[in-house]
């Protein structure tokens, strides 16, 4: 077979090429690269600062003002912009960690519990010290109900530090750092739900309840399709919210009940395309026969050998990542410096607790894991990275503002948004010293 045979032949075993799928590949792989949304998020929050500051600060401001909503007669549901954002458009963000944790408990790393145990217990000593570190130091003092603000860690941040290092740090610290993150987002929902929320309306939680049985008899009678469960978890979504507790606790409720196994396993599908022939050229624009009715298992196939897990998470991941996180940022990181305002024992208290306590929580309850013999360390994993590692945990950022939204007044918001700022630039830039350093002098 000659070149060109050859050449013809790969050609014609791939989908058709047009003009556009040439431009767009940059921005698929842009936007397959996590780093990237930590890129974005930073961005986004910098414009937000700038425009608090500008002379359109009251108009930008007065933007997530708006009311958006239903109006049905005198019936009406509507919240503010900032509002719809935070409560359900976050609940999507949790959703997507909740896959994560999913897929890597049931599909990846964490499958072998000795492993999965040293992020937990980092992650679970990442958020007691801190927050108990901040409540001391804000003891008997107004703003003490906002300790759960230093117990998160924002994983696109992270992620987008580690990027930046390339190859200095192993993969094995990404993994670790990427599974801390995770629990922590799971452990900062519960936060959210249990500590942050009103008071409980158990007849509309009850609704919520018989929405998550319905959507379990769904999945065991196997329906498939996704727009069923888009429905019903939209049911739920405003069961809980009418309920008292965060809505955004669905999302990790919806998240861990998604099942991570695929209902088509690879021999099934070979034996399904070999099956597959070509259509006939007379029928090529129409009519149903058996060559056509194969290519259509074939297609159903080929996308179920994949688990609804990893479908979700491949196309949520860039909606969350350059859509959701940004706009949070753009109407969340708004802060005017300056006006007679200053740092105070509250912003102390949130810079102790994200950039001393996280990192001293995380190695002091992996040490103990590791010493009692529960947790094992994975190969390349060094203690100086899980130094940088921690510090890097320190920030907050997504996670911090959305938990001072919900914890703090006006008057206390100013000093925990400077103080969650502080921290994340404090812990990026230690973490990410303590990381260059060793691997750019090859300290043992």
Same mark, same amino acid.
């Given at each position: 077979m000659t070149n060109e045979n050859r050449e013809s032949a790969l050609h014609a075993g791939q989908l058709p090429r047009e003009l556009s799928d040439r431009l767009k590949r940059p921005f698929t792989l842009?936007?397959?690269?996590?780093?990237?949304?930590?890129?974005?998020?930073l961005l986004c929050s910098l414009v937000a600062l700038g425009l608090a500051n500008s002379p359109w600060a009251h108009a930008y401001a007065a933007?997530?003002?708006?009311?958006?909503?239903?109006?049905?007669?005198?019936?009406?549901?509507?919240?503010?912009?900032?509002?719809?954002?935070?409560?359900?458009?976050?609940?999507?963000?949790?959703?997507?960690?909740?896959?994560?944790? &999913? &897929?890597?408990?049931?599909?990846?790393?964490?499958?072998?519990?000795?492993?999965?145990?040293?992020? @937990?217990a980092g992650a679970i000593g990442g958020m007691l010290v801190p927050a108990g570190l901040f409540l001391a130091v804000m003891s008997g003092r107004p703003g003490s109900q906002g300790w759960g603000t230093v117990?998160?860690?924002?994983?696109? !941040?992270?992620?987008?530090?580690?990027?930046?290092?390339?190859?200095?740090?192993?993969?094995?610290?990404?993994? !670790?750092m990427l599974s801390l993150a995770i629990v922590d987002d799971i452990g900062a929902m519960l936060v959210v739900a249990l500590g942050y929320s009103d008071a409980i309306d158990w007849r509309a939680l009850a609704w919520a309840v018989a929405g998550l049985v319905l959507l379990r008899a769904a999945a065991w009678a196997g329906i498939r399709?996704?727009?069923?469960? !888009?429905?019903?978890?939209?049911?739920?979504?405003?069961?809980?919210?009418?309920?008292?507790?965060?809505?955004?606790?669905?999302?990790?409720?919806?998240?861990?009940?998604?099942?991570?196994?695929?209902?088509?396993?690879?021999?099934?599908?070979?034996?399904?395309?070999?099956?597959?022939?070509?259509?006939?050229?007379?029928?090529?624009?129409?009519?149903?026969?058996?060559?056509?009715?194969?290519?259509? @298992? $074939?297609? @159903?196939?080929?996308?179920?050998?994949?688990?609804?897990v990893e479908r979700l998470e491949m196309a949520l991941h860039p909606w969350v990542s350059f859509v959701i996180l940004p706009l949070f940022a753009l109407s969340n990181a708004g802060m005017t410096l300056g006006e007679g305002q200053s740092a105070g024992?509250?912003?102390?208290?949130?810079?102790?607790?994200?950039?001393?306590? &996280?990192?001293?929580?995380?190695?002091?309850? $992996?040490?103990?894991?590791?010493?009692s013999g529960v947790a094992l360390r994975a190969p390349g994993l060094a203690w100086r990275?899980?130094?940088?590692?921690?510090?890097?945990?320190?920030?907050?950022?997504?996670?911090?503002? !959305?938990?001072?939204?919900?914890?703090?007044?006006?008057?206390?918001?100013?000093? $925990? &948004?400077l103080g969650i700022l502080l921290a994340s630039l404090g812990a990026a830039v230690t973490g990410l010293a303590v990381l260059w350093w060793p691997s750019r002098h090859s300290v043992p």
């Amino acid at each position: 077979m000659t070149n060109e045979n050859r050449e013809s032949a790969l050609h014609a075993g791939q989908l058709p090429r047009e003009l556009s799928d040439r431009l767009k590949r940059p921005f698929t792989l842009f936007f397959r690269v996590h780093a990237a949304g930590g890129g974005v998020l930073l961005l986004c929050s910098l414009v937000a600062l700038g425009l608090a500051n500008s002379p359109w600060a009251h108009a930008y401001a007065a933007i997530w003002e708006t009311r958006v909503g239903v109006h049905a007669g005198g019936w009406v549901y509507a919240r503010s912009l900032h509002a719809w954002i935070n409560d359900a458009a976050m609940t999507l963000f949790f959703f997507l960690v909740a896959l994560a944790l &999913k &897929k890597e408990l049931v599909l990846g790393d964490l499958r072998n519990p000795r492993m999965a145990a040293l992020p @937990i217990a980092g992650a679970i000593g990442g958020m007691l010290v801190p927050a108990g570190l901040f409540l001391a130091v804000m003891s008997g003092r107004p703003g003490s109900q906002g300790w759960g603000t230093v117990m998160t860690t924002d994983t696109a !941040f992270v992620i987008g530090c580690l990027a930046l290092l390339g190859t200095r740090v192993p993969r094995s610290l990404s993994m !670790f750092m990427l599974s801390l993150a995770i629990v922590d987002d799971i452990g900062a929902m519960l936060v959210v739900a249990l500590g942050y929320s009103d008071a409980i309306d158990w007849r509309a939680l009850a609704w919520a309840v018989a929405g998550l049985v319905l959507l379990r008899a769904a999945a065991w009678a196997g329906i498939r399709g996704f727009p069923v469960y !888009f429905l019903l978890g939209s049911f739920i979504w405003v069961a809980v919210d009418a309920s008292g507790v965060h809505a955004t606790a669905t999302g990790v409720v919806l998240g861990l009940m998604t099942p991570a196994r695929r209902w088509v396993t690879d021999d099934r599908l070979y034996a399904i395309l070999d099956r597959v022939v070509a259509h006939p050229t007379a029928l090529e624009h129409g009519g149903d026969t058996r060559d056509r009715e194969t290519l259509q @298992i $074939a297609e @159903i196939a080929a996308r179920e050998t994949l688990s609804p897990v990893e479908r979700l998470e491949m196309a949520l991941h860039p909606w969350v990542s350059f859509v959701i996180l940004p706009l949070f940022a753009l109407s969340n990181a708004g802060m005017t410096l300056g006006e007679g305002q200053s740092a105070g024992t509250l912003t102390l208290a949130v810079v102790l607790g994200a950039v001393v306590g &996280k990192p001293v929580g995380v190695l002091a309850f $992996a040490w103990l894991a590791m010493r009692s013999g529960v947790a094992l360390r994975a190969p390349g994993l060094a203690w100086r990275h899980m130094l940088g590692g921690s510090l890097l945990a320190g920030i907050g950022f997504t996670m911090a503002l !959305f938990i001072a939204n919900l914890a703090f007044d006006h008057t206390q918001l100013y000093e $925990a &948004k400077l103080g969650i700022l502080l921290a994340s630039l404090g812990a990026a830039v230690t973490g990410l010293a303590v990381l260059w350093w060793p691997s750019r002098h090859s300290v043992p």
